[in-house]
C-alpha cells in the first residue's frame, strides 16, 4: 500500500544536556519517512534549498524511503534550532529560518496521488487542503498542525479537520485548539469537528488514542537512556501510519495495533541525536519491541477477586 507524507525537510540544530548537533537531517517528513520505512515504503513530498546534503538524504532511499517528489528550490533550506532543559521535559525554539519552506508549494508528482495513506505533517493547514485537492482516492488521511496555525489560520484548520480521519497532536496543541485543560474532553471536543479518531502524544507519558465510543491508551517505552525528544512525534505517525500501510488495515483493532507500532518508533527516535537512534534498526528490533509492549502492557486479570 502506498504511504505519502508532506512536511519539512529541515537541517536542525539541537543542544541538550548530552551533546549538540549542528545542520543535522531532520524535519517532520524526515522523521516520519525513516520511522515509517522500517514498515512501508515512503514517498516524501518537501521543499529543499542548495545547501541541502542531498548525498545523506539519497543514502536514506535504500531504507524505502523516495525523495522524488521533494524540490529543489533556490534558497537556503529550513533551518530550525532547539534548546531542551536538563530534564528533557521542555524545550525552547531558538531559532526557526525558513528559507524556500517560506513559499512552499506542494505539487504532488503524478506518481503520488495515488497514494492510499498519507500523513499531512504540520504545514500551513491551507497547503495541507492543497495536497488533498490533488490526492485521488486516499484511503486514509491523518494529520498533525502546531500552535503558530491553531492561532494563525483556525478557519483553514477547521476546514481541514472536516476532511481528515485522525488528528494526531501534542497534548499542549489539544489543549490550545479545544480551549480545554482536560485532554480527553479536548479530544472530545475535536472528534465533534469531524475526524473520526484523535491521537494525542504526551512524550513521556504515552499516547492517547480517542474514538467516539471507546478509547485506548499505550505508554511510552520505559527507556533508561534518552538523549534527544526531537521528532519522536513524527516517528510515532511514522510507525503507526507504517504499520497501517503495510497491514493494509483500518479496522479499529488495527488502529490499537498502529499505536503501538507509533510509541516503538518513538521510542527508538529519542534514543539517538536527529535520526541517528534509527540507524542500526531493522524490522526484526520493531518487532521485538511491539512484542515487548504486549507483555508488559498484558493485565493478567484473575477469573474472580480472591
Ligand atoms: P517535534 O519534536 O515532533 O516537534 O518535531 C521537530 C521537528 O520539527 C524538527 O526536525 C524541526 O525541523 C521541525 N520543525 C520545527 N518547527 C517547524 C515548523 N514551523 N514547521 C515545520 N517543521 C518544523
Redesign the pocket.
Known sequence: MSLLVV??V???SIYTPFGETADAL???A??FSVAGSLLNPVKVVGVIGQDYPVKELEQLAARGIDWSGVERATGES???K?KYSYDLQS?E?LE?R?GV?ATFDPKLPESHRDAEYVFL???DPELQLGVLSQMRAPKLIACDT?N?WIQGKRPQLMELLARVDILMV?DTEARELSGDWNIHRAARWILARGPKRVVIKQGEHGALLMEPDRTFYVPAFPLEEVFD???????FAGGFMGYLARSRQTSPDSMRRAMVYGSTMGSFAVAGF?VKGFDAIDLGDVLARVQMFADFTHVPLAERIE
Not at 229 to 235: F, I, K, L, S, V
Open positions: 512536511g519539512s529541515a537541517l536542525d531532520g524535519g517532520s524526515v522523521y529550513f533551518r530550525w532547539g524545550r525554539t526557526t525558513l519552506f505533517g504540520n504545514i502546531m503558530y501534542n525528544p526531537t521528532g519522536a512525534g513524527d516517528a536527529g
